[in-house]
């Protein structure tokens, strides 16, 4: 007969479990009671709706990585965003909710779409002066309207404003308003929101968490144990728990997140002072060029880090015509080694086109927001100006 040997693998689990043995009736009494405590990791598991150990297991690498007291996975960023706002939802007296403007357009939808138009709630938006956040401003408002949540993200998407996160924080605290940040572009490399104050902290995985482009997940950290109850009962209740097999991959991928963004932000770095240099780019959006409105925010919050691996750009041109002309070509020019992908965050270089996607909101129809990965810099630098070439 042969001897069963122990697996050592060094790897999680995957647990596809739907439900977990309970084993008679008055254990299974006694976990459903506990269940009603919502704690973070559960004496025993019951239904991976509530809660599942590969998924928990993935929740801890993030946990590390965020410096925070728990960390919640969902199926996406949406039902992260979905899930950190609802928490502050109470009827009748529910007080305002306050989004900066440039954010996720996806989250401004779900804002409008969803929280306002459906569920009827007091959404306000705070915009910006000349690609700025007027500090000044934001506390009048706040002040004003003594909104629940103020939600930001720390590195705007496609125009990467940097707010003065830590005067946000510091006014959010003193007319008693929570702090929700979008920390997707950022990533915990560069700043760690909790450190500073923040109650919610939310990544789309999906992104650079992951990294590979081909996993969607998104995640809500915080300190404070009472938001976490709440928050994994709405999570329960709505049926936002990650699946084990998506857990057990970003458990595996996650592993490398930090090689893989300081080579992304390295490339990004140099990357956007060759196109700030050409004569065929109009502009640059990228917070570590001096040129950029909020560079000294961004200095001031990254401390020396990085600035992130997202690059924004337009092209030049005596009309519109002419730019989406250049900006066409740019794109076919690059297409067999960086691809047009509506996403972003990936191992490899992606683009996608702001008109495109954002219409009208962004005038500039030559520009581009590019996702810069982390091939080797050299090769990277031969295809951006072998489409640049292409333009003469």
Same mark, same amino acid.
């Given at each position: 007969?042969?001897?069963?040997?122990?697996?050592?693998?060094?790897?999680?689990?995957?647990?596809?479990?739907?439900?977990?043995?309970?084993?008679?009736?008055? *254990?299974?009494?006694?976990?459903?009671?506990?269940?009603?405590?919502?704690?973070?990791?559960?004496?025993?598991?019951?239904?991976?709706?509530?809660?599942?150990?590969?998924?928990?297991?993935?929740?801890?690498?993030?946990?590390?990585?965020?410096?925070?007291?728990?960390? !919640? !996975?969902?199926?996406?960023?949406?039902?992260?965003?979905?899930?950190?706002?609802?928490?502050?939802?109470?009827?009748?007296?529910?007080?305002?909710?306050?989004?900066?403007?440039?954010?996720?357009?996806?989250?401004?939808?779900?804002?409008?779409?969803?929280?306002?138009?459906?569920?009827?709630?007091? *959404?306000?938006?705070?915009?910006?002066?000349?690609?700025?956040?007027?500090?000044?401003?934001?506390?009048?408002? /706040?002040?004003?309207?003594?909104?629940?949540?103020?939600?930001?993200?720390?590195?705007?998407?496609?125009?990467?404003?940097?707010?003065?996160?830590?005067?946000?924080?510091?006014?959010?605290?003193?007319?008693?308003?929570? /702090?929700?940040?979008?920390?997707?572009?950022?990533?915990?490399?560069?700043?760690?929101?909790?450190?500073?104050?923040?109650?919610?902290?939310?990544?789309?995985?999906?992104?650079?968490?992951?990294?590979?482009?081909?996993?969607?997940?998104?995640?809500?950290?915080?300190?404070?144990?009472?938001?976490?109850?709440?928050?994994?009962?709405? &999570?329960?209740?709505?049926?936002?728990?990650?699946?084990?097999?998506?857990?057990?991959?970003?458990?595996?991928?996650?592993?490398?997140?930090?090689?893989?963004?300081?080579?992304?932000?390295?490339?990004?770095?140099?990357?956007?002072?060759?196109?700030?240099?050409?004569?065929?780019?109009?502009?640059?959006?990228?917070?570590?060029?001096?040129?950029?409105?909020?560079?000294?925010?961004?200095?001031?919050?990254?401390?020396?880090?990085?600035?992130?691996?997202?690059?924004?750009?337009?092209?030049?041109?005596?009309?519109?015509?002419?730019?989406?002309?250049?900006?066409?070509?740019?794109?076919?020019?690059?297409?067999?080694?960086?691809?047009?992908?509506?996403? !972003?965050?990936?191992? &490899?270089?992606? !683009?996608?086109?702001?008109?495109?996607?954002?219409?009208?909101?962004?005038?500039?129809?030559?520009?581009? &927001?590019?996702?810069?990965?982390?091939?080797?810099?050299?090769?990277?630098?031969?295809? *951006?100006?072998?489409?640049?070439?292409?333009?003469?």
């Amino acid at each position: 007969m042969s001897k069963k040997r122990e697996v050592n693998s060094p790897r999680v689990p995957i647990y596809r479990d739907v439900g977990f043995e309970l084993y008679d009736t008055a *254990i299974a009494g006694e976990a459903f009671r506990r269940e009603t405590e919502n704690e973070r990791e559960p004496d025993l598991f019951i239904y991976s709706r509530y809660r599942n150990p590969t998924v928990i297991a993935a929740e801890e690498e993030i946990m590390k990585l965020e410096g925070s007291a728990w960390a !919640l !996975l969902t199926q996406s960023g949406m039902s992260a965003i979905d899930t950190a706002v609802s928490i502050f939802q109470n009827g009748k007296s529910t007080r305002p909710w306050l989004f900066f403007s440039e954010i996720y357009g996806g989250t401004i939808s779900f804002a409008e779409s969803v929280l306002k138009n459906r569920r009827g709630l007091d *959404i306000h938006s705070f915009l910006p002066d000349n690609e700025r956040y007027n500090i000044d401003k934001f506390e009048l408002l /706040v002040k004003s309207i003594k909104p629940a949540f103020v939600y930001m993200e720390a590195v705007s998407n496609p125009m990467l404003i940097v707010p003065d996160a830590l005067a946000v924080l510091k006014i959010a605290n003193e007319y008693g308003s929570r /702090v929700i940040v979008d920390n997707t572009f950022a990533t915990p490399f560069l700043w760690k929101p909790l450190e500073n104050g923040a109650d919610i902290v939310i990544h789309s995985v999906t992104k650079y968490l992951s990294g590979h482009g081909n996993l969607t997940a998104g995640v809500l950290c915080g300190n404070d144990k009472e938001l976490m109850k709440s928050a994994i009962e709405y &999570r329960k209740f709505v049926g936002h728990l990650l699946s084990a097999d998506d857990a057990y991959r970003l458990h595996t991928q996650i592993q490398s997140f930090r090689l893989r963004f300081r080579q992304q932000s390295s490339n990004a770095v140099q990357l956007s002072g060759i196109l700030d240099q050409s004569p065929l780019i109009r502009r640059v959006w990228y917070p570590g060029l001096r040129s950029h409105p909020s560079y000294n925010e961004a200095v001031n919050l990254f401390s020396g880090k990085g600035f992130g691996a997202m690059i924004t750009f337009d092209f030049d041109g005596k009309d519109a015509s002419e730019k989406r002309i250049r900006r066409d070509l740019f794109i076919r020019s690059v297409s067999a080694k960086i691809k047009l992908i509506p996403s !972003l965050g990936d191992y &490899r270089t992606i !683009l996608l086109p702001v008109e495109s996607v954002w219409g009208a909101k962004y005038p500039e129809p030559g520009m581009i &927001r590019l996702s810069v990965g982390f091939e080797d810099y050299d090769e990277l630098l031969i295809t *951006i100006n072998q489409g640049l070439n292409s333009l003469h």
